[in-house]
């Protein structure tokens, strides 16, 4: 099982749309969570970190659910400029000393005109 | 722009050669993570180094080494490259070895021939 799971998609949606992504993570022990964005052939740029208790910045909604280890991201009134990789990314288990982000394969979404 | 900045861009080996590839970090940035992305996937963890020393590994061979300099900028070094090798290595810098806040570079797109 990989250790982050999300849906490939692609999620192809008209303008204007709400559009939600999901991600599971195997290690209970995880600290922190994010949401990477991805353009294509571009490196990762951090969109938004993600807490227990929900989080929104502008069009864009995070959650975490640490009891069922998911976390999602909503994005309403979606722009043709979202179209992008959106990596789920869980920080490592300072436990066993392990420092590093384990980001997820991401999910395409392509927002059509 | 993050200010980490990677070279080459783009590199053509073929198998069996060695390739050394470059970071320079943000200023002010102490750690500098590299992770390497297949097509398709997400970045994968390699090694960090936090302030000249590594303190973190992924699950990669002895091949891919690393060395962090006093000025905090990086090499990734590949020995004995093979086909399965060529992605985009990417560097991150961080202000601290937490990863709480992750700015990457550009990449540089390796291809094995």
């Known amino acids: 099982r990989k250790e982050v799971e999300q849906d490939p998609g692609p999620f192809n949606v008209p303008e204007g749309a709400t559009v939600a992504f999901n991600c599971t993570y195997s290690?209970?022990?995880?600290?922190?969570f994010f949401w990477y964005r991805q353009d294509c052939r571009k490196e990762p740029k951090l969109l938004m970190s993600v807490y227990s208790s929900g989080n929104e910045d502008g069009r864009f909604t995070a959650q975490l659910n640490r009891a069922s280890q998911y976390i999602s991201l909503l994005i309403r009134d979606s722009k043709l400029s979202d179209s992008a990789t959106y990596l789920c990314?869980?920080?490592?288990?300072?436990?066993?000393?392990?420092?590093?982000?384990?980001f997820g394969s991401g999910t395409r979404l392509q927002v059509q005109p | 722009e993050t200010g980490v900045t990677q070279s080459p861009t783009h590199l053509i080996k073929t198998r069996g050669q060695q390739v050394t590839l470059r970071c320079s970090s943000q200023?002010?940035?102490?750690?500098v993570s590299w992770y390497q992305q297949a097509l398709g996937q997400g970045p994968q963890f390699i090694f960090q180094y936090y302030r000249e020393e590594e303190n973190g590994r992924g699950n990669f061979p002895p091949r891919f080494s690393g060395l962090q300099f006093p000025n905090y900028s990086s090499e990734l070094n590949v020995n004995a490259l093979e086909l399965d090798d060529s992605a985009l290595y990417l560097c991150?810098?961080?202000?601290?070895?937490?990863?709480?806040?992750?700015?990457f570079g550009s990449g540089t797109q390796l291809s094995v021939l």
């Open positions: 200023s002010g940035h102490n750690t």
């Open positions: 290690n209970s022990a995880s600290q922190s």
């Open positions: 991150a810098s961080s202000p601290d070895s937490t990863n709480e806040k992750l700015f």
């Open positions: 990314v869980v920080n490592g288990d300072w436990d066993t000393g392990r420092r590093a982000l384990t």
